[in-house]
């Protein structure tokens, strides 16, 4: 069992930055490929970025593509998502994911491919 912990949202005016932290627990975080999601009230789960296990690879979703960056340490068990040029619709709660199969060397934008989930951390931004 992985148990996933984020950090780091919070109110922020348009324009302006965050940088968000997903704790891993377990001894296996280095195997995982790793994502981020958000969720805007009403709306789907959407994929906003993701890094293969030894962060070679890393993908974003089209409406973050040049604002956001995600690296993780595996040493700190830990995937990070700095933020900026934050746009009101990046608004929602932001649920980093974990994928353990494929060998962690595969990013999937589909959200039933992450086997843990975290509770997630509220994104606010002011316009």
């Known amino acids: 069992q992985v148990q996933l912990v984020e950090s780091g949202g919070g109110l922020v005016q348009a324009g302006g930055s965050l940088s968000l932290s997903c704790v891993a627990s377990?001894?296996?975080?280095?195997?995982?490929?790793m994502g981020w999601f958000r969720q805007a009230p009403g709306k789907e789960r959407e994929f906003v970025g993701g890094?293969?296990?030894?962060?070679?690879?890393?993908y974003y979703g089209d409406s973050v593509k040049g604002r956001f960056t995600i690296s993780r340490d595996n040493s700190k068990n830990t995937v990070y998502l700095q933020m900026n040029s934050l746009k009101p619709e990046d608004a929602g709660v932001y649920h980093c994911?974990?994928?353990?199969?494929?060998?962690?060397?595969?990013?999937?934008?589909?959200?039933?491919?992450?086997?843990?989930w975290g509770q997630g951390t509220q994104v606010t931004v002011s316009s």
């Open positions: 377990g001894r296996t975080f280095n195997n995982y490929a």
């Open positions: 890094i293969t296990r030894n962060s070679v690879s890393k």
């Open positions: 994911a974990a994928d353990p199969k494929r060998d962690g060397m595969v990013v999937s934008p589909a959200t039933n491919l992450y086997d843990y």
